[in-house]
């Protein structure tokens, strides 16, 4: 299994913001975010299919994300603004190939992903 380079993460102050890096060395059409509480499910925060123009992101978070893709790097990376203490997480990096967008996007649910980073700590004080 690939090793997903993160890195961004740290502690922040309530209301600041993050900016999460993710590249991937496999070259992988489909890459996203996702975030795990203590005891929770990993969650989808942002997923993109390469050469689309349309981001997944988690309706909870639609506001507070944005996800930018750089295909000449391979990097997806991941900016959250306004963060709360409920947002201390650790934050995963995932990529995977996909036959089409419908199927990447899916992945955002499904967290069906073969290849994921080792995570990124993301604490939040208030």
């Known amino acids: 299994q ?12 309530s209301g600041g913001s993050l900016t999460l890096s993710c590249t991937d060395s496999g070259s992988r059409v489909c890459m996203g975010w996702f ?3 203590p005891g ?4 989808g925060l942002a997923i993109h299919y390469a050469g689309a123009g349309v ?10 994300i944005r996800a930018t893709r750089e295909i000449g790097k391979n ?3 991941l900016q959250i603004s306004s963060l709360k203490p409920e947002d201390t997480a650790m934050y995963y990096c995932a990529a995977d190939f996909a036959p089409d ?10 967290a069906d992903f073969r290849y994921w980073g080792q995570g990124t700590q993301v604490a939040v004080s208030s």
Do not use: I, M, N
Request: hydrophobic fraction near 25%; charge should be positive; charged fraction near 30%.
């Open 2 to 13: 690939v090793q997903l380079a993160e890195s961004g993460g740290g502690s922040v102050e």
């Open 35 to 37: 975030r795990q509480f």
């Open 40 to 43: 929770k499910e990993r969650e």
């Open 55 to 64: 981001v997944y992101y988690a309706p909870s978070l639609k506001d507070r």
């Open 75 to 77: 990097t997806l990376s």
């Open 101 to 110: 967008l419908r199927s990447c996007h899916a992945k955002g649910t499904s």
